[in-house]
Nanobody, 117 residues
Framework: QVQPVESGGGLVQPGGSLRLSCAAS????????MGWYRQAPGNERELVAA???????HYADSVKGRFTISKDNNRSTMYLQMNRLKPEDTAVYYC???????????WGQGTQVTVSS
């Protein structure tokens, strides 16, 4: 299976936390570039956080200080820890991993995150 698989989404109250996971095969997880995007209804897909070239971390301004991206190479899994969630964080969250050898990206199917009281 080439497509990454996300999990961990759900319904949470404002101020709460969730941790998303993105599991992939060892082959594509050897990539040094991967990240999380999100898409809310009526909006374009936007970059949330990324690991670039193995060691550079990028966050969207809207999530800085609240979200943390990380990866566990032993488990071939990437994570997005989301704290102090806000209603505007509601979206479908997608993980993406760049192929380690070719100029293409693999996308997960998405996981819904809903922040509401």
């Amino acid at each position: 299976q080439v497509q990454p698989v996300e999990s961990g989404g759900g319904l949470v109250q404002p101020g709460g936390s969730l941790r998303l996971s993105c599991a992939a095969s060892e082959t594509i997880f050897s990539s040094n570039t991967m990240g999380w995007y999100r898409q809310a209804p009526g909006n374009e897909r936007e970059l949330v956080a990324a690991i670039i070239a193995g060691d550079r971390i990028h966050y969207a301004d809207s999530v800085k200080g609240r979200f943390t991206i990380s990866k566990d190479n032993n488990r071939s899994t990437m994570y997005l820890q989301m704290n102090r969630l806000k209603p505007e964080d509601t979206a479908v969250y997608y993980c993406t991993i760049k192929d380690p050898s070719y100029d293409k990206h693999y996308w997960g199917q998405g996981t819904q995150v809903t922040v509401s009281s």
